[in-house]
């Protein structure tokens, strides 16, 4: 009985279109305990010269008295110099403060996103390949790349505006109350109005910067799918139709972009409207006492000056709340992906993996993506140290034998062991350590022919790496290339043809050096020429090794020392082939249709 599981494809989406939604709090600790508390000290420095920087406005403003009193209205020549030079002194202390927190906050916050799209790249690395299969790699660039720069954006705002400008404010205030605690109260008598506005555009602002980055990461999307498919898109002349669809989503992104900063420019516009009312208040109220002589007019410089210079810092701490909003909608998209967990994991308690040369078996494996039964009790041994060929139909389930056996998926029931050692029981790095694995698909990558063979290995010397490259027949290419071993592959290996980047595949595993080696219909796109080559480098390879092959043509694999012969997800025959052609079922109804072609 094969137990039935739904799709795993719609659980695996990230981009639904309601991300859940995180309080701010959750959000801000999340970040705290992740990212940031590793740079307290460096925070606490960059907040000591930034408090330094904003106080000095605090003191310029109380500079005022004196300056007015003192050297203006009394006419004290000596007082000129000392209020000059404080007054020198407070800007030269401000602009080294602006200097050194600026540096310090760069690197914190640069820092910290660094982290954070190093842990991404890791995190998304590990997620499953049924999460990868429906979640585009544009969109999940988009997260890495745009989602992350919300974080330093949250820094540079949040931190700025807690250390230079709420210390600047404060101090503000505090000349300010210094001169008339009557006057300071009338000035503040707007600002409980000012709550509920900036509430209801706190909430306007992250649903639109939600939606911001949820069209960013579609856009991301088809722009990967577009250069990806550039020869279809050309040659079936559909470049008016993504232009258009590209457009489409370049509009949407706009119209929400504006609306966006509607919401993040309401709350400093308030200010500036309750500003105004502040100084109109305090004129008409504090005018009459410098006019009878109550207050002086250094005590009223002084008071203004102090207002007019909190009005930037308040300006700045009222778009904190939509800046924040704004990074929030991109950290809870990254969150909520660092908190995915795969579904195949190492187990709790794994055993060693098994040592020398070991054998495959299945035991009646089922396997199903929703309703489609794509195993069934499928059973089979491959002998250790022999080549054991798949042949079937395609759709016939011979990749999803590669997919359990390498822990890709597991199976709803039976299991798969090598060396007697069921595949769930083993570490997956273990497991994966025992594979090398040769496809058509040989990930090259835009480095060198070297780093592509080597991946970062740096303990092969010359005389292996040579033996290497002569046993996967890399050598016989080598002079046609204008820099040999150093010339660059082009993304994706483009430069190389396909037979190269297979023969590339084939010293990489065999630099490995696993016991067990899987090949995936290896030669089948080649000419014949390049299959000679590459089939002569493969046997090599699979020398001493496990060998499971999956093949569509059936003269590659006339040699196997078993063939496996599978249809509709079961096991049909099994033999050499000489056995199974006298058997005269399904193998030889196969050899017979493609000897015909
Ligand atoms: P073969 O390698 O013999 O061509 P596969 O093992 O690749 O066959 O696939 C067997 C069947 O499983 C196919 O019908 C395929 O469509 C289906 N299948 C494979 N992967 C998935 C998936 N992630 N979701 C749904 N169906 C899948």
New binding site residues.
Partial sequence: MITKRP???LPDMVDPDTTPDHSSRTLLRWLWRAYLNRHLWMLLLATFFMALEGSMLGLLSWMMKPMFDQVFLAGDQSALWWVGLVILGIFLVRAGASVVQKVILTRISQQSEADMRGDLLSHLMRLD??FH?VNAPGTLMQRVIGDVSAVSQVWNAIITGAGRDLVAVIVLFGVAMSVDWRWTAVALIGVPLLVLPSLVAQRFVRRHSRTAHQIAARQSGRLDEVFHGIVPVKLNRLEKYQSRHYGKLNSERVEIEVRTSLGKAAIPGLIDAMSGVSFLGVLIYGGGEIISGEKTVGEFMAFFTALGFAFEPLRRLGTITGVWEAAAAGIERVMELLAREPIYKSPENPVAAPTGTPAITFEAVDLS??D?E??RATSFTAKAGKTTA?V????????????VLTRL?DPHNGQALIGGVPVTDIALTDLRDLFSVVSQDAALFDETLRENILLGRTNISDVDLKSVLDAAHVTDFLPHLPDGLDTLVGPRGSALSGGQRQRVAIARALLRDTPILLL?EATSALDAQSEAVVQAALERLSEGRTTLV?AHRLSTIRNADQIIV?DA?QVVESGTHTELLALDKVYASLHNMQSST
Avoid: W
Wanted: charged share 15%.
């Fill in positions: 799709l795993r494809r390949i049924s299969q993506y929703g489609a794509v195993l798949l079937g139909p395609s759709g016939a389930g011979k990749s999803t034998i590669f997919n998926t995936d999956i599978m997800g």
